[in-house]
C-alpha cells in the first residue's frame, strides 16, 4: 500500500535552480532511426540508441507550430478532469494523431498540479497560486510564453470580489473553487468540506445550496464552491469569473509542466527534480523558428532510462532551444493512432498502461487527398521457397497524410512462380525475384531474395519447463540455408511433431500432460529440423522462503529515509513486509531486504520471488560475482491471486550471491508505504544439449575439418576439470591461443584482449555479467573502433562466458546489434567467427556470412578449435583432449 502515491503542490517542496548534470555516457556505440509520417508535416521517429550506460528506446514526435493543420491540444479524461485516463483512450477519445502523457499530478485526491487551456478556455488552474509549477502556453498567433505563470482568479458579484483558488480542481485546502463542465455533470458538493454551492448560467446565480450534494453543472455556466467567510452570491445577482495575469481567450494551448529543463539552450532544472536515469516525458521548443518534440524515453526492463540532464542535451541535439521535464516513470507513454485499423497503439516500453492526469495530443485538420504515392512495407528482403510472408503498403495523399489501405484493392505479381493469395506470397522456386504491387493507378516493386531449402533451424528457447497442463506457444523461427542465408518461417508452415508422449500439439499450441519424463517438440521445414526438450516443471530452489524475518535485514537510501521488516500473516503461510518512508527524501530512494552471505544454486537461469502491492517502484536484486557487485532488473511474470510473480534474469555464471531486494522510487517527494513478499527461489536451468540430439540437422561447413593437425591458431574452451598444465601440454606447437574458461599462463596464450597477427585479428571478450557492455564498457568500444576497423582479412572473436540466451547476452538489442556489426564486417570483405562456450549444444552455423560456433564445456575437458591459415583462405576443425 501506498500512501500520497503522487506529487502534491501545496505539501511538497519543489526544488529550485539549477541541479548537478551528470556525467554524460563515456561511449557512444550505436544509434539506429526510423521514421514514419503521421501526417502532413508531423512525423513520428523512433530511436535506439546503445551507450556504455545500456540501451535507450527513444520515440518523438516533430513539427512545426506554424504547420496550419496542425495544434496541440490537451488531453483528458473523456468524461471528467477529476479522473485519470490511459493516454491511448484520451487519443482516441480526442480523434488525435498522437498524444503523449503530460503534467504531473496528485492521486489522493486526483488532480493536474499545472494550468490546462485549449482554445481560450480554462480546463484547469494552477494549484499553488503562490509557486506555480512551469506552464507551456501557445498562443492563437503561434506565439511562446514558456515558464512560470502568475494567474489570479476571482469571481466579481457587483462591487464585491469572491478569491477563486482552483478550477476544476478539488478544493480541499480551504480555498473557493470552480466547476465547469470538464469536471462533468455534477460538482462534488458542498458536504465535502462543508462549504456552499451556487451555480452560475449565462453570468447569472441560478441556485445556491449551503452543504449541500453534488449540484448540477449548467452547460453554459459553472458552479462556485465557496469557502466560509467570503461572500455569498444571491440568486438572480449577476457574476463574472475573472482571470488576471494571462488572457485566456488569447491562448490556442496550455499545459503545466514539473520542471523547466532547456532553457535558451542551456540546461537548467528548476521545480520538480526527479534524478536517476528513469522512463521520461519531455517536450522542446525551438523558439525562432518554432519547431516542436515531444519525446518519451524509455526505462525499464531491456532500456536504460535517461537523467533530466540527458533529456536536455537530447533535446539540444535536435535543435531545441526550450524543453520541459513532463510527467515520468510508470506514466511514460506515448500512443498513436492507426490509420488501418482506426485503433491506437502504445509505441513505447510500458509494463502496463497507468491512468494519468492528462496528456498532451497532436491534432491534424488536414484534408486527405486521393493517393498518390505508395510504399512497400514489409521489412524482409530474402524468403525461402514454399514459406509465405505478407506484403503489405503504406499509402500516402499529396500532401504527405497516410491513407487507410483498401486491402481488395492491391495487386501482387511475382518475377518467380508463386502462389499469391491476396497479400500473401508464397514462392514456389528459387531465384531473384521481383514483386510488383500495383494500388489503382499506382505501383511499387521490391526485390527479394527467394531461398531453395534451409539447413537448418534456430529456436528462441532450447528448452521448455512445463507442468501438467502447461501451455506453450510455438513461435516464428529462424532458418538458415548452406550458405548462411537467414530468413524466418511462420510457426503455421512448420511441421511439428511431439517426441516422448509428454504432451500434444493443437496448431501451434503444445499443451503438457501428466508424463513427467523429458520429451520434445521436433520442428522441421523442406528437410531442415531441431527440437525444444520439454522439461519437467521449471525446477524452483528455494532461497528463502521469506516466511519471517531471521536473518534479514533492512536498510534504506538515502539519509533520511527509513526502512523496516514485518512479518505477517497471508492466507495458510506468512510473507515479510518491508515498510519503507521516503517522506523526507526528495531524491532518488530506496529501502532493502539485505541477505547475508546467500549462495544461490549452480545452473541458476533467473530469480523469481513472488510480490503483493508494490506499484510505481522498480524492483532489482543486487548480486555478486567474483567481487563485484551488480544489479538485475525483475519484471512481472504471472498473477496469482493477490500476489505476483517477478522474475530476474541471471548471467548464467556460478557462485553468485544474493545481497539484497531493492525497491526503488524517483519521484520528487517520497512515500510511505509497505511490500510484501514472500517465496524467493532460483530457477535452475540443468543443461539439455546433449538430450534428443538425433533431431537436430547441423550445418555442414565445407571450410571444417575435425582431423585437421593444426600449429596455427587455438581456441580453446576448458572443461571443468581441465587443468592449466592439460591446456598447455594441447597446445604448446600454436602459435596463438585463446582459451575460454580460465588464464593460462602460457607464452603463445593471448595476453591482451586484442591481437593482430598478420592477416588476422583476434578479440577475447569475457560475459560473466551477462552481456559484452554490463561486463566491461570498453569491449564494444574496442570491437567497433579496433575489431570493425581493421584491416585483416580474417576476424575471429570469443566471449568467455553468458547467460541462457542466444549469443549469451540478455538482452536482445545487444545481440541484435552485435550480429548487424559482424555482419558489416562481412560485407566489408572479412571472414568473421564468433565462438562462444555455453551450455547450448556444440554446433557450428554459417548466418549471414558470419560462423557462430558454441562449443559446451561440458563436452571434454579440452576442447580446441584448430584454424590454420592458408594465405587469405582458413580452414579449422574441433578436436577433444583428455
Given at each position: 500500500m501506498r500512501?500520497?502515491?503522487?506529487?502534491?503542490?501545496?505539501?511538497?517542496?519543489?526544488?529550485?535552480?539549477?541541479?548537478?548534470?551528470?556525467?554524460?555516457?563515456?561511449?557512444?556505440y550505436i544509434e539506429k532511426k526510423e521514421t514514419t509520417n503521421l501526417a502532413e508535416g508531423l512525423t513520428h521517429e523512433f530511436i535506439t540508441s546503445f551507450t556504455s550506460d545500456g540501451f535507450r528506446g527513444i520515440n518523438v514526435l516533430k513539427f512545426n507550430l506554424n504547420q496550419s493543420n496542425l495544434r496541440l491540444v490537451p488531453l483528458f479524461n473523456n468524461s471528467t478532469t477529476g479522473k485519470g485516463m490511459a493516454v491511448s483512450k484520451m487519443v482516441q477519445g480526442k480523434n488525435a494523431v498522437a498524444g503523449v502523457n503530460g503534467d504531473f499530478f496528485n492521486y489522493k485526491p486526483f488532480f493536474p498540479l499545472g494550468i490546462a487551456i485549449e482554445n481560450g478556455e480554462l480546463i484547469t488552474s494552477n494549484s499553488d497560486a503562490s509557486n506555480p509549477t512551469p506552464s507551456i502556453v501557445v498562443g492563437k498567433d503561434k506565439s511562446l510564453t514558456l515558464g512560470r505563470i502568475e494567474v489570479s482568479m476571482s469571481l466579481k458579484v457587483g462591487d464585491k470580489t469572491v478569491p477563486v483558488g482552483m478550477v476544476n480542481k478539488p478544493n480541499n485546502y480551504g480555498s473557493t473553487g470552480i466547476y465547469t463542465s470538464r469536471w462533468g455533470q455534477k460538482t462534488r458538493g458542498g458536504k465535502v468540506n462543508s462549504q456552499t454551492e451556487v451555480a452560475i448560467e449565462n453570468g447569472v446565480v441560478i441556485d445556491r445550496v449551503d452543504q449541500g450534494g453534488p449540484m448540477n453543472i449548467p452547460k453554459n455556466g459553472y458552479v462556485v464552491n465557496i469557502k466560509d467567510g467570503m461572500y455569498l452570491p444571491s440568486v438572480g445577482e449577476s457574476a463574472e469569473f475573472v482571470v488576471s495575469g494571462i488572457n485566456v481567450g488569447n491562448i490556442e494551448f496550455a499545459i503545466g509542466a514539473g520542471s523547466q529543463i532547456l532553457k535558451d539552450g542551456k540546461a537548467v532544472n528548476t521545480h520538480i527534480n526527479i534524478s536517476g536515469r528513469h522512463p521520461r516525458t519531455a517536450i522542446g521548443f525551438n523558439k525562432n523558428t518554432l519547431d516542436c518534440v515531444i519525446v518519451t524515453v524509455d526505462g525499464r526492463s531491456i532500456y536504460h532510462g535517461m537523467t533530466t540532464a540527458d533529456v536536455s542535451e537530447l533535446l539540444i541535439s535536435m535543435g531545441m532551444t526550450d524543453g520541459f521535464n513532463l510527467d515520468g516513470g510508470g506514466s511514460t507513454t506515448m500512443a498513436i493512432k492507426n490509420v488501418n485499423t482506426d485503433k491506437v497503439d502504445v509505441?513505447?516500453?510500458?509494463?502496463?498502461?497507468?491512468?494519468?492526469?492528462?496528456?498532451?495530443?497532436?491534432?491534424?485538420?488536414?484534408?486527405?487527398?486521393a493517393p498518390?504515392?505508395?510504399?512497400?512495407d514489409s521489412d524482409f528482403d530474402k524468403i525461402f521457397k514454399n514459406s509465405s510472408k505478407q506484403i503489405n503498403i503504406k499509402v500516402f495523399d499529396e500532401k504527405g497524410n497516410p491513407l487507410k489501405v483498401n486491402q481488395a484493392a492491391i495487386a501482387i505479381s511475382s518475377s518467380v512462380p508463386a502462389t499469391i493469395n491476396g497479400t500473401w506470397f508464397k514462392p514456389t522456386a528459387a531465384g531473384d525475384a521481383t514483386v510488383s504491387v500495383t494500388y489503382g493507378n499506382l505501383s511499387a516493386t521490391k526485390n527479394i531474395k527467394v531461398l531453395d531449402t534451409p539447413t537448418a533451424l534456430l529456436l528462441p528457447k532450447d528448452t521448455i519447463a512445463l507442468g501438467n497442463g502447461g501451455k506453450y506457444k510455438l513461435p516464428d523461427v529462424t532458418a538458415i540455408d548452406a550458405v548462411g542465408n537467414r530468413s524466418t518461417i511462420r510457426a503455421e508452415e512448420l511441421s511439428l511433431n511431439v517426441v516422448g508422449g509428454v504432451g500434444t500439439m493443437s496448431g501451434t499450441v503444445f499443451t503438457r500432460n501428466k508424463n513427467n519424463g523429458n520429451g520434445a517438440i521436433e520442428v522441421s521445414f523442406c528437410g531442415?529440423?531441431?527440437?525444444?526438450?520439454?522439461?519437467?516443471?521449471?525446477?524452483?530452489?528455494?532461497?528463502?522462503?521469506?516466511s519471517n524475518t531471521t536473518g534479514l535485514s533492512a536498510t534504506a537510501q538515502p539519509k533520511g529515509a527509513r526502512a523496516s521488516l514485518q512479518r505477517v500473516k497471508d492466507k495458510?503461510?506468512?510473507?515479510?513486509?518491508?515498510?519503507?518512508?521516503?517522506?523526507?527524501?526528495?531524491?532518488?530512494?530506496?529501502?532493502?531486504?539485505?541477505?547475508?552471505?546467500?549462495?544461490?544454486?549452480?545452473d541458476s537461469s533467473e530469480l523469481s520471488i513472488f510480490v503483493r502491492d508494490i506499484e510505481d517502484q522498480k524492483l532489482t536484486a543486487k548480486i555478486?560475482?567474483?567481487?563485484?557487485?551488480?544489479?538485475?532488473?525483475?519484471t512481472k511474470n504471472q498473477t496469482i491471486d493477490d500476489f505476483s510473480e517477478w522474475r530476474a534474469k541471471l548471467p548464467g555464471e556460478n557462485g553468485i550471491y544474493l545481497k539484497s531486494i531493492d525497491i526503488a522510487e524517483s519521484e520528487g517527494k517520497g512515500t510511505k508505504g509497505n511490500v510484501d513478499f514472500k517465496y524467493l527461489a532460483a530457477v535452475v536451468s540443468p543443461d539439455t544439449s546433449k538430450m534428443f540430439k538425433n533431431l537436430r540437422t547441423d550445418f555442414m561447413d565445407h571450410l571444417r575439418n575435425d582431423s585437421l593437425n593444426s600449429s596455427d591458431i587455438a581456441i580453446v574452451v576448458r572443461g571443468t576439470k581441465a587443468s592449466a598444465a592439460l591446456v598447455t601440454k594441447n597446445t604448446a606447437k600454436h602459435k596463438i591461443v585463446s582459451v575460454l574458461g580460465g588464464a593460462v599462463n602460457a607464452k603463445n596464450v593471448t595476453k591482451?584482449?586484442?591481437?593482430?597477427?598478420?592477416?588476422?585479428?583476434?578479440?577475447?571478450?569475457?560475459?560473466?555479467?551477462?552481456?559484452?557492455?554490463a561486463t566491461n564498457i570498453n569491449q564494444w568500444n574496442e570491437l567497433l573502433n579496433s575489431v570493425k576497423t581493421s584491416a585483416a582479412s580474417n576476424v575471429i572473436i570469443t566471449i568467455d562466458g553468458g547467460s541462457k540466451d542466444e549469443l549469451g547476452l540478455i538482452n536482445p538489442i545487444e545481440r541484435k546489434f552485435l550480429k548487424e556489426t559482424l555482419e558489416e564486417m562481412v560485407k566489408a570483405g572479412k571472414r568473421v567467427f564468433l565462438i562462444t562456450n555455453l551450455k547450448h549444444p556444440t554446433a557450428s552455423r554459417f548466418e549471414e556470412g558470419v560462423r557462430y560456433m558454441n562449443i559446451n564445456p561440458a563436452e571434454s575437458e579440452v576442447n580446441v578449435l584448430n584454424i590454420n591459415r592458408i594465405g587469405d583462405n582458413v580452414i579449422y576443425g574441433i578436436s577433444t583432449k583428455r
Open positions: 500512501i500520497n502515491k503522487r506529487i502534491m503542490s501545496a505539501v511538497v517542496g519543489l526544488l529550485m535552480g539549477a541541479t548537478p548534470i551528470m556525467a554524460a555516457p563515456q561511449f557512444k509505441v513505447n516500453y510500458i509494463e502496463s498502461e497507468r491512468a494519468v492526469a492528462n496528456g498532451v495530443g497532436v491534432m491534424s485538420t488536414s484534408e486527405k487527398g498518390a504515392t505508395i510504399e512497400i531442415a529440423k531441431n527440437r525444444i526438450i520439454i522439461s519437467k516443471s521449471a525446477r524452483k530452489e528455494s532461497i528463502n522462503a521469506l495458510n503461510s506468512h510473507a515479510v513486509r518491508l515498510w519503507y518512508n521516503f517522506e523526507k527524501v526528495t531524491d532518488s530512494k530506496s529501502a532493502s531486504i539485505n541477505f547475508k552471505n546467500t549462495r544461490l544454486p549452480n555478486s560475482i567474483a567481487g563485484e557487485d551488480m544489479d538485475v532488473d525483475f591482451n584482449r586484442v591481437t593482430t597477427d598478420n592477416n588476422t585479428i583476434i578479440a577475447n571478450f569475457k560475459n560473466n555479467k551477462g552481456g559484452l557492455r
